[in-house]
């Protein structure tokens, strides 16, 4: 197997030997006058020059073994042998059938099921619970019939690929519910699996404003992260084996009063109908004196707030980079959102069904600004392909505004956004929201 087909199959699981003959190789190409090996030197050793010239006197095996550390995710080299070791030890006691939440009565809750298998396999046999609706589509409203809006909304954004009925949605919502609403009374310890994305952090904040305002489990510890070392993007928790889980575990950290009132705080203020005291909430958390109570929570909110329609363009951010990536030319959806999760967007937070809802909504506008190709219309979804029409290529020269084109009525959080109404947008220059007439 090669080193490239190695960290494509476990891009998580690093080995030392390989390691250091990456480093070896990395060197063996900097005295070679490589440019790849001297931009990656430039882009990951301290001391290198930004200015393009060549990068003299680091030519040691230390300089190369550095910058590969620092391109898996690691500050060094020693840092990334001490991982490496941890790892090992990990699967090691997974594999001796070693457990590790025997201790107590516990629940882990996590926003999707991508962890379940791999907790089990990695030897947690506390209950699991699955609580993910994604908050960060569709109205989430301050109203008496929240959870049957919010089935609506499922139904009608994911229903027909998922074969979901509105009933079934509702029966699942008020399940996930029930459960979260009993986690306290039920265990002795709750432990609460997130990563740093607005999917993840606005469900976070729904389950820490239940344990705010109906009490906690004695023991509610929490593991949130927004990176593992690795030879590909970390997106999430899904992608990790079984050891790192492990790795994680030893990690984690019990659940204060500060962050518990951010998280109730968060969540009172994204149902609101104006985005300004959500934004207020984050960025009052982060100048105060608990800044660091949830370190991904004012990036998730700030990149949450990012939907609403642009203040330049009208589009949101990422109904932007739909119409940017297409710029190139016509391509397959799948593909599309491919180069989105993977180049394009800061902080990837969709799934696939949630990028269709989105790419649907934009074909629905009156005057839409893509297209799907006809010739191939009925193929499975990630196959159609579709382009920019006239008014896309418009929108994206700064000819026309997004919402002049007719999108139909969303929702970012609280807020709707609709046509031929006055808007709340949000200013990239200005880092905030601001409100702004509808546009024709």
Not at 183 to 188: G, T
Not at 287 to 311: D, F, I, K, T
Request: aromatic share 6%; glycine share 8%; charged share 25%.
């Amino acid at each position: 197997m090669t080193d490239r087909d190695q960290r494509a199959a476990d891009p998580f699981r690093l080995n030392l030997e390989q390691q250091k003959k990456r480093a070896k190789d990395l060197l063996k190409a900097l005295k070679s006058g490589d440019p790849d090996a001297m931009e990656r030197i430039r882009a990951n050793h301290p001391d290198a020059r930004r200015d393009g010239s060549r990068p003299d006197g680091l030519d040691r095996l230390s300089d190369a073994q550095l910058v590969i550390a620092r391109e898996l995710g690691l500050p060094s080299w020693p840092a990334l042998k001490s991982h490496i070791a941890a790892m090992e030890r990990n699967r090691s006691d997974m594999q001796s059938g070693r457990t590790l939440d025997t201790d107590m009565d516990t629940l882990h809750i996590r926003c999707g099921m991508d962890v379940k298998q791999a907790l089990s396999d990695a030897g947690f046999s506390g209950d699991f619970l699955e609580y993910s609706d994604p908050f960060c589509q569709g109205p989430v409203v301050a109203a008496d019939d929240f959870l049957d809006r919010r089935a609506g909304f499922l139904a009608d954004a994911y229903g027909a690929e998922m074969g979901l009925t509105k009933a079934r949605c509702l029966a699942r919502l008020e399940s996930e519910e029930a459960a979260l609403a009993s986690a306290a009374a039920r265990y002795e310890r709750v432990v609460l699996w997130f990563e740093h994305d607005s999917y993840d952090q606005l469900i976070l904040a729904r389950c820490l404003v239940q344990f705010a305002e109906f009490g906690a489990a004695s023991t509610l510890e929490l593991i949130d992260i927004d990176r593992f070392p690795g030879s590909i993007r970390f997106i999430g928790l899904g992608q990790l084996p079984p050891e790192a889980l492990r790795l994680l575990w030893s990690k984690r950290r019990a659940i204060s009063r500060e962050q518990l009132d951010l998280g109730a705080r968060v969540w009172r203020h994204l149902r609101a109908p104006e985005p300004v005291s959500l934004y207020g909430a984050v960025e009052a958390a982060a100048r105060g004196p608990g800044a660091a109570a949830l370190p991904h929570m004012r990036g998730a909110v700030l990149r949450h707030l990012q939907e609403l329609p642009s203040v330049r363009s009208g589009a949101g951010f990422t109904e932007a980079m739909v119409l940017e990536i297409l710029s190139g030319g016509q391509m397959p959806i799948g593909m599309v959102y491919r180069d989105l999760m993977v180049e394009k967007e800061p902080q990837p937070w969709l799934g696939d069904l949630m990028f269709l809802h989105i790419v649907e909504t934009m074909l629905a506008a009156a005057d839409p600004a893509i297209a799907v190709d006809p010739d191939g219309a009925d193929a499975h979804w990630p196959q159609r392909r579709i382009a920019l029409t006239g008014a896309g290529r418009a929108v994206l020269a700064g000819e026309r505004d997004y919402m002049s084109l007719g999108p139909p009525e969303r929702w970012v959080g609280g807020v709707r956004i609709a046509a031929g109404s006055d808007n709340w947008r949000w200013d990239f220059e200005g880092g905030r929201p601001v409100r702004m007439p509808a546009q024709v």
